[in-house]
């Protein structure tokens, strides 16, 4: 008669089950990466069909991260994108490699991307309800972001 071993798989088991969800999670990331481009001069297209804009180019800087920001939680600077003041809470401020690349962890909730030009803070991106730069972070993912400073673009 063979016999097998179930030792193996009891002890994997009762190691999978021991630990808590919290444990789990931190093994994965839950946060956002990404990029943040510099994009400048001319954007209009082409007359050539075949010359492609130039691409954005990644750029070492400062990203800011605040609790989910509407346009009426800021300070705005006339019609523009920069803003003086931002009364929601910072949460992270995170530095960009000199590819423009960031990692950071974050809890799940929406957030509000912005860098600064100057002593201004700059963001480009709404949703349908006027929130600035949203992202949402899932619980155990990680959201891909890209962050566009189009500050110098002409479109």
Known sequence: MKTHNFYPVL???SLL??????????CGHTGAKGHVYLVSGNQMPSP???QAPPKPKGIKTTLYIYNLTNINDVSRQGNSAFYSDISTQQLQVVETDENGFFKVELKPGWYSLFVKKGVL???????????????????????????KANYDAVY
């Open 121 to 147: 803070f700059y963001s480009s991106q709404f949703d349908e309800k006027n929130n600035i730069h949203p992202i949402e972070v899932k619980r155990g993912k990680t959201t891909e972001v890209v962050f």
């Open 11 to 13: 002890i994997s088991a």
């Open 48 to 50: 050539s069909p075949d």
């Open 17 to 26: 089950t021991s630990f808590s969800t919290g444990m789990l999670l931190s």
